[in-house]
Nanobody, 123 residues
Framework: HVPLVESGGGSVQAGGSLRLSCVAS?????MGWFRQAPGNQREAVAR????????YYADAVKGRFTISQDRANNTLYLQMNSLKPEDTAMYYC???????????????????WGQGTQVTVSS
């Protein structure tokens, strides 16, 4: 289990930007951001494989969101640009030890999760 604490959510108008941060008190090879909007299932937004720094994005956010990491400060980031109202959701940082690629990691209850941070985009 990796303790995770997110910050950086908020309200922004469409077209705006936000940066989410996640401080991890530990290491896992798969780290990423997931989101869940009311009435919807949780979905993977962006994932990173720490073993080779590969990154994976949901089609809905490709070209707009960027996942990155500051290893010195054990912090994972999600830079979100050109935000749309459909990006409105609770965003969660997650971590998982995996023996296989992180590309298909879909987030399970047994993984490590932060408390979530709300992102609201108005039109």
């Amino acid at each position: 289990h990796v303790p995770l604490v997110e910050s950086g959510g908020g309200s922004v108008q469409a077209g705006g930007s936000l940066r989410l941060s996640c401080v991890a008190s530990g290491w896992a090879n798969c780290m990423g951001w997931f989101r869940q909007a009311p009435g919807n299932q949780r979905e993977a937004v962006a994932r990173m494989d720490n073993s080779d720094k590969s990154t994976y994005y949901a089609d809905a956010v490709k070209g707009r969101f960027t996942i990155s990491q500051d290893r010195a400060n054990n912090t994972l980031y999600l830079q979100m640009n050109s935000l749309k109202p459909e990006d409105t959701a609770m965003y969660y940082c997650a971590a998982k030890f995996s023996l296989v690629s992180c590309a298909n990691w879909d987030g399970r209850p047994g993984d490590s999760w932060g408390q979530g941070t709300q992102v609201t985009v108005s039109s």
